[in-house]
Every structure is written in C-alpha cells, then in structure tokens.
C-alpha cells in the first residue's frame, strides 16, 4: 500500500517553543490531509483537514492559531504546534487521501510531542 | 452526528482462540465502515472496510467483519488469534462514500495470553 511518512517520530521541546510535524505521502499524491491527536489510551480526535492551496479547516474547539496547519504540495502537509504547553503534549497522526473519490486513507506511524 | 460506540475496552484472548471486537455505530444515511489497528506508538493500518455489497467483508490478517444494518453493528471477528494480533483496535465510520471525516471509536486494546 501507499506509504505516509512523518517526521519526526518523537520530539521533546521546552514551554514557550514551536514545533513543526512534518506529514508526506511518499509514493502518491494528497489533495487532503488530516490531522489527528490521540492522548494515552483514548481514541484518534481529527483535529483539521488540510487541501493542497488551501486553507485548512478545523474541528471546532481547535485553536487554528494554535495548531497552524500548512499544505503546500500535494506530498506535503505540515502541523506546527506554537508556543507549546505541557498540555498540548500528545500523539499526533497525520493521515492523506489517495485519491479523490472513496480514496483509502493511509495514515503515518505518528509523532510524539512531549512538552516539558 | 454520527458516532462509533466499541463496548469492550479491553479484551483477553488465549492464542489459537478466536475472537469477536464489537462496533456500534450511529449515522442517518448509509455509513461507510472501517477497521484499523494501531500497535504500540505506530500509526494506523486499515484492516477492511465495508462499502456496500456483500456484507461479510475480508480484511488483511485473516480478519473479517459483518455489516448488519438492523443492529447498527460492524463486529470484527477473526477465527484463530495470533500473539502478534495483540494490538488496539479502533473502528471509524464516515458518510458520503467514505469522503467525509473518519469518527473513530475508542478503541479496544486486545491482549494475547499463550
């Protein structure tokens, strides 16, 4: 199957930082992109969904000044977590569409944000 | 809204015994089906999906799933479990040909005893 990478696999950063989460779909092209958060032993939370050229758009209760959300290319779609906290700390899992229409979701094996 | 209700939480299995994850969903139109399974600090992998037709589903893993409208229920099965199966299991449901938002489940966490 179609192969998501992201990067990186975990970071660690201090209070007050900003994080980028990188999100590529290597051997195909996504027109949408999503981004989810999971905290320990719970479910995925999709957190916003990202078009190629254009603005995201994102779940209610989800800060977009927070999580900034960009998708510049079609391989391509990155999550940064500004001036992060000890609570934004979680999992987060990017997955791309193959496709346009029933196309299968292909999801990245996720990053680790820990904020100290 | 449509949602995903999975009873179990956690579920222990002997290895060789079979295994049925329960998925309950709720959505006015006709749902577009899914079963993932996430291992420990890994992304998701798609075990099967139901769109339509047939209503017993084959997935990867010798898993398989049975749509049954009138109890607004996916079950996922599988007739022989194996150690490497121990893994969390979420099942997700979408409308619109499986175009829109994927709502997920809160999982089951599958333990595998020898």
């Known amino acids: 199957g179609a192969v998501v990478s992201q990067h990186p696999s975990w970071v660690i950063c201090k209070s007050g930082t900003s994080v980028k989460i990188e999100c590529r779909s290597l051997?195909?092209?996504?027109?949408?992109m999503f981004w989810y958060r999971q905290f320990p032993k719970q479910s995925l939370m999709l957190m916003a969904t990202?078009?190629?050229?254009?603005?995201?758009?994102?779940e209610q209760g989800v800060e977009k000044d927070k999580f900034l959300i960009n998708h510049a290319s079609l391989t391509l779609s990155t999550l940064t977590v500004t001036s992060a906290h000890p609570e934004d700390s979680s999992f987060y899992i990017c997955?791309?569409?193959?496709?346009?229409?029933?196309?299968?979701?292909?999801f990245g094996e996720g990053s680790r944000l820990t904020v100290l | 809204a449509q949602s995903v209700t999975q009873p179990d939480i956690h579920i222990t299995v002997s290895e060789g015994a079979s295994l049925e994850l329960r998925c309950n969903y709720s959505?006015?139109?006709?749902?577009?089906l899914f079963w993932y399974v996430q291992s420990p600090g890994q992304g998701l992998q798609l075990l099967l999906k139901?769109?339509?037709?047939?209503?017993l589903v084959q997935g990867i893993k010798g898993f398989e799933a049975e749509f049954k409208r009138s109890q607004s229920s996916f079950n996922l099965r599988k007739p022989s479990v194996h150690w490497s199966d121990a893994a969390e299991y979420f099942c997700?449901?979408?409308?619109?040909?499986?175009?829109?938002?994927?709502?997920f489940g809160t999982g089951t966490r599958l333990t595998i005893i020898p």
């Open positions: 997955s791309a569409r193959a496709g346009r229409v029933s196309g299968e979701l292909f």
């Open positions: 051997d195909f092209q996504a027109t949408t």
């Open positions: 990202s078009n190629e050229g254009s603005k995201a758009t994102y």
């Open positions: 139901y769109f339509s037709g047939d209503t």
């Open positions: 997700a449901v979408a409308g619109n040909f499986g175009n829109e938002k994927l709502t």
């Open positions: 959505y006015g139109a006709t749902p577009y």
